[in-house]
């Protein structure tokens, strides 16, 4: 949804989203409100939330672009020309490359961070286990979820193996000592001392989780330590949940209405042929024979 109000919008060379103007993503997030509905109070926290899909939808889409090199149908071409003039600029080279290195730079001595999710997000990962294992899936099980080969059940990299290493080791000596053991704590929290073991939050994010952090904290095995950003998941879920019900809806309906649409155009042809043989027969009728005209003049 937000990836399509990018592209119906998208009339001026804004290099990333911090460089929209805020009257044109209020614009932006009033297209986005009159596809969906919600109660006043989790106002505040969909805005963040479409403020944080929004600059990732874009990034992603201007990546995606550049590999390319071809100007998309949504952008046009006096904008492309401007967009394509600031990207050759040596100080975007500069950021690109940088921006390139960090994402690439050695993690702690243990390679580069991995994953073997893909294209999928966490999000979805998260609810096909929850479908799968019929409650909330841990922080264990979605970080092997997403950083394990499922064919040879190999960790992508050293830094994941050692996440995993490091949790069962920290969990285990917790247990043995009985530390925490009153329910709800934040020692026995599978997710608080996951947390603790990965470094906790970069940039609103917890390694082997992605953004599912904010979801995890809001549930049950981490009650006492809920954070109110879990609601803003949680209600995220249920606008994509409906968004995909709605669009499924549309291709019914779009479906229905074609075969209708057929269904009528066979009925116009059945009726003028039929239209049409009458006609021959009636000018049949009506036009006299050989044998009659030879009658009348004799």
Not at 16 to 33: A, H, T
Not at 213 to 219: C, D, K, L
Not at 281 to 289: M, V
Request: aromatic residues 8%; positive net charge; hydrophobic residues 25%.
């Amino acid at each position: 949804m937000i990836r399509d109000i990018i592209k119906n919008k998208y009339d001026a060379p804004y290099l990333s989203w911090k460089k929209i103007p805020k009257p044109v993503r209020d614009m932006w997030f009033g297209e986005f409100q009159k596809e969906f509905r919600w109660l006043p109070e989790y106002s505040t926290r969909i805005r963040s939330n479409f403020e944080r899909r929004g600059a990732t939808r874009l990034r992603d889409m201007f990546t995606d672009i550049r590999k390319s090199g071809q100007r998309p149908n949504w952008i046009g071409e006096g904008v492309w020309a401007d967009l394509s003039s600031a990207w050759a600029t040596p100080e975007f080279i500069k950021m690109r490359e940088q921006n390139k290195q960090n994402r690439a730079s050695d993690c702690g001595g243990l390679g580069s961070s991995l994953h073997t999710g893909g294209s999928v997000p966490h999000t979805e990962h998260r609810r096909r286990l929850k479908a799968h294992l019929g409650r909330e899936p841990t922080p264990l099980e979605l970080h092997t979820r997403t950083h394990q080969h499922q064919a040879d059940q190999q960790w992508v990299d050293e830094k994941s193996k050692k996440a995993h290493d490091d949790f069962l080791r920290v969990r285990e000596s917790r247990q043995s000592t009985g530390e925490g053991s009153s329910s709800g704590s934040a020692h026995t929290s599978e997710y608080h001392t996951w947390s603790e073991v990965v470094g906790g939050r970069q940039r609103g994010r917890v390694y082997g989780m992605g953004s599912q952090a904010f979801a995890i904290e809001g549930s049950s095995y981490t009650s006492a330590f809920h954070d109110p950003s879990g609601a803003e998941e949680s209600v995220s879920e249920r606008v994509a949940a409906l968004t995909r019900e709605i669009e499924e809806m549309k291709r019914v309906q779009a479906r229905e209405i074609e075969k209708m649409r057929k269904a009528q155009n066979e009925m116009q042809a059945e009726l003028q042929s039929y239209r049409a043989g009458k006609q021959r027969k009636k000018d049949q009728q009506e036009q006299p024979s050989a044998d009659s005209e030879d009658t009348d003049d004799d």
